[in-house]
């Protein structure tokens, strides 16, 4: 099946530093999504990238979804203690999903942990 | 709230016990999903509801018994569990097929506990 190899896997950083993590896959995908899950929490959307190159804020965040169509990335500026959380990056694919509703492939996730 | 709802939030039980957790949703979605996510892995795809039909079982053993009465509710039957079962169990719902794209929402999930 298809992978997306999600980067770092874990960062630590200082409270009011810019964060900057990625997605990438073998294979084309027709839509990019980012998701972050709070500890305890079920995953919640963040931002939904639907075209090649498409750049994309919501607040803080902005995430682009790459030209090749085999990539995304997501970055948060001036990190503040309540952006800790796992960020997974989504992407779906019509040549693989035949239509199906397992269309959704998720990245291992990035652990994000802000030090006062 | 998201609009997906699993109850129970928390789930203590012995290796012998029966129990079911329950998913709901009122989005108007026709996709619903069991994901698996045990500590400091992936997510893992369990199983697949496409208007109330499984289309994927992925390789989940039988003491995991999954029900879909209608679009709106999902329960997960478990019976004679290991310890290494607990885990946070998520539920999603999304809309089906190539309307998946708009994202699927997630349930707050169970945190199992096998004892």
């Known amino acids: 099946g298809q992978q997306l190899n999600q980067s770092p896997q874990s960062m630590f950083i200082q409270e009011g530093e810019d964060v900057s993590m990625n997605c990438t896959s073998s294979s084309i995908f027709n839509t990019w999504l980012w998701y972050k899950q709070d500890p305890g929490e079920g995953p919640v959307l963040l931002i939904a990238?639907?075209?090649?190159?498409e750049l994309t804020s919501n607040g803080r965040l902005t995430a682009q979804f790459g030209i090749t169509r085999k990539d995304s990335f997501l970055n948060i500026s001036a990190s503040i203690p309540s952006d800790v959380g796992i960020y997974f990056c989504a992407g779906y694919s019509r040549i693989n999903s035949g239509g199906g509703a397992d269309g959704l492939t998720f990245g291992k996730g990035t652990h994000l942990i802000i030090q006062p | 709230e998201t609009g997906v709802t699993q109850t129970p939030r928390h789930l203590v039980m012995g290796m012998t016990n029966k129990k079911s957790l329950k998913c709901e949703q009122h989005l108007g979605h026709n996709a619903m999903y069991w994901y698996k996510q045990s500590a400091k892995k992936p997510l893992e795809l369990m199983f697949v509801y496409n208007f109330k039909e499984q289309t994927e079982n992925n390789s989940v053993p039988s003491r995991f018994s999954p029900e879909c009465p209608n679009s709106s509710h999902l329960f997960l039957h478990l019976h004679t569990l290991q310890p290494e079962d607990s885990a946070l169990y998520l539920c999603?719902?999304?809309?089906?097929?190539?309307?998946?794209?708009?994202?699927?929402?997630f349930g707050s999930g169970t945190r199992l506990t096998v004892v």
């Open positions: 990238l639907y075209k090649a190159g």
């Open positions: 999603a719902s999304s809309l089906p097929g190539v309307d998946s794209t708009y994202g699927y929402t």
